[in-house]
């Protein structure tokens, strides 16, 4: 069965500073791996997906995720974080019957 | 604009009542999805239609139904609300199952019940 895990509920980091969040995925076959935002009182917004070509996937906003068969990994990185980054992250991947799998999510808090 | 609508955005319900949540999309997704959204446990999906005519279970259906009424819309209905319902849920749609393609989602409906 496919599932994700992401590493830290919260993660608070300061203005300009790099941004890392973790996501470790289980799946039996080739994995479809996601990244979506939620903004406060919104819906869900892809930021970025791997879909087995380029292992360094580039998405909205400055974030990328590069995708660690070894470490079975996808994390979510932004090399200097704005304010308007500070938002709830969830972490995706396609199961067998082609739905979408979410990990808990981490909120990212941004210090000025 | 281009995208999910759901109705309505806010609602509080007693115990026992039903409801009926509505979810459009004008994209001509084939495939519609129902979550929920609970604190630290990500979306938990409620029902799935991969197809018009087609519905199957996610891992949290006891307790609703749905109906695809056609390509545009798929409903969710609560038929005996209780308190553990209450939560926020998200519609979403998608391209085509089995792709790489990602969700679309709603801004969802807050769901209070007392």
């Known amino acids: 069965a496919q599932s994700v895990t992401q590493l830290g509920s919260h993660v608070s980091v300061s203005e300009g500073a790099l941004v890392l969040l973790r996501c470790n995925y289980s799946?039996?076959?080739?994995?479809?791996l996601f990244w979506y935002v939620q903004y406060p009182n919104q819906g869900l917004q892809l930021l970025l997906k791997?879909?087995?070509?380029?292992?360094l996937v580039k998405g909205i906003n400055g974030f990328e995720a590069e995708f660690k068969k070894s470490e079975t990994s996808f994390h979510l990185t932004k090399p200097s974080a704005h304010m308007s980054d500070a938002a709830e992250y969830f972490c995706?991947?396609?199961?067998?019957?082609?739905?979408?799998?979410f990990g808990s999510g981490t909120r990212l808090l941004v210090r000025p | 604009n281009a995208g999910v609508t759901q109705t309505p955005k806010f609602q509080v319900l007693k115990t026992g009542q039903s409801m009926t949540l509505q979810c459009a999309q004008d994209?001509?997704?084939?495939?519609m999805y129902w979550y929920r959204q609970d604190p630290g446990m990500g979306l938990r999906l409620i029902y799935y239609s991969a197809s018009e005519g087609t519905t199957d279970k996610g891992e949290v259906p006891n307790g609703y139904n749905v109906s695809r009424l056609n390509k545009r819309e798929f409903s969710l209905r609560l038929e005996s609300a209780a308190p553990s319902q209450t939560s926020v849920y998200f519609c979403?749609?998608?391209?085509?199952?089995?792709?790489?393609?990602?969700?679309?989602f709603g801004s969802g409906t807050r769901l209070t019940v007392v």
């Open positions: 799946s039996s076959v080739p994995p479809y």
């Open positions: 994209m001509n997704h084939n495939s």
């Open positions: 995706a991947v396609r199961d067998s019957s082609y739905k979408l799998i």
């Open positions: 791997y879909t087995s070509a380029a292992t």
């Open positions: 979403a749609s998608s391209e085509l199952a089995g792709l790489g393609y990602g969700y679309t």
